[in-house]
Protein backbone atom coordinates (compact mmCIF):
# COMPACT_ATOMS: atom_id res chain seq x y z
CA UNK A 1 0.00 0.00 0.00
CA UNK A 2 1.64 3.30 -1.24
CA UNK A 3 1.04 5.47 1.50
CA UNK A 4 2.65 3.41 4.35
CA UNK A 5 6.49 3.17 2.42
CA UNK A 6 7.61 4.55 5.88
CA UNK A 7 6.69 2.43 8.39
CA UNK A 8 7.99 4.90 11.22
CA UNK A 9 5.13 7.24 10.62
CA UNK A 10 2.21 6.56 13.54
CA UNK A 11 -1.20 5.75 12.37
CA UNK A 12 -4.26 7.52 14.77
CA UNK A 13 -7.48 6.57 14.24
CA UNK A 14 -10.19 8.82 15.15
CA UNK A 15 -12.80 6.55 17.19
CA UNK A 16 -15.57 8.94 16.47
CA UNK A 17 -17.91 8.46 13.14
CA UNK A 18 -17.10 11.37 10.87
CA UNK A 19 -19.24 12.85 7.98
CA UNK A 20 -17.04 12.28 5.13
CA UNK A 21 -18.50 15.92 3.81
CA UNK A 22 -16.53 17.34 6.24
CA UNK A 23 -14.05 19.41 3.80
CA UNK A 24 -9.98 19.12 4.33
CA UNK A 25 -10.01 21.80 7.16
CA UNK A 26 -13.21 20.31 9.07
CA UNK A 27 -10.74 17.18 9.43
CA UNK A 28 -7.58 18.93 9.74
CA UNK A 29 -9.37 20.71 13.17
CA UNK A 30 -10.97 17.70 14.49
CA UNK A 31 -7.15 16.11 14.35
CA UNK A 32 -5.49 19.17 16.02
CA UNK A 33 -8.01 19.98 18.59
CA UNK A 34 -9.25 16.36 19.54
CA UNK A 35 -6.16 14.53 19.00
CA UNK A 36 -4.03 16.82 19.61
CA UNK A 37 -2.15 16.19 16.26
CA UNK A 38 1.13 18.25 15.71
CA UNK A 39 1.37 19.83 12.36
CA UNK A 40 5.08 19.42 12.18
CA UNK A 41 4.85 15.68 13.00
CA UNK A 42 4.26 13.01 10.40
CA UNK A 43 1.05 11.22 11.25
CA UNK A 44 -1.28 10.14 9.28
CA UNK A 45 -4.93 10.37 10.55
CA UNK A 46 -7.92 7.93 9.83
CA UNK A 47 -11.39 9.24 9.56
CA UNK A 48 -14.16 6.85 9.43
CA UNK A 49 -17.88 7.38 8.23
CA UNK A 50 -21.17 5.82 10.45
CA UNK A 51 -21.62 3.02 8.47
CA UNK A 52 -17.88 1.94 8.18
CA UNK A 53 -18.01 1.70 4.39
CA UNK A 54 -15.87 5.00 3.50
CA UNK A 55 -12.73 6.48 5.15
CA UNK A 56 -10.36 9.51 4.68
CA UNK A 57 -6.60 9.65 5.37
CA UNK A 58 -4.92 12.98 6.55
CA UNK A 59 -1.60 12.96 6.14
CA UNK A 60 0.84 15.41 7.72
CA UNK A 61 4.31 16.14 6.81
CA UNK A 62 6.37 18.65 7.88
CA UNK A 63 3.58 21.89 8.53
CA UNK A 64 1.42 20.49 5.30
CA UNK A 65 -1.33 18.23 4.60
CA UNK A 66 -2.74 15.93 2.26
CA UNK A 67 -6.33 14.56 1.97
CA UNK A 68 -6.15 10.56 0.72
Do not use: C, W
Not at 33 to 38: A, G, K, T
Amino acid sequence: FMFFENNNVPLIIYKNPVNMHRSFNGLLTLAISELNVDLNNNVYVLFINRDRNQFKILFMNKGHASIF
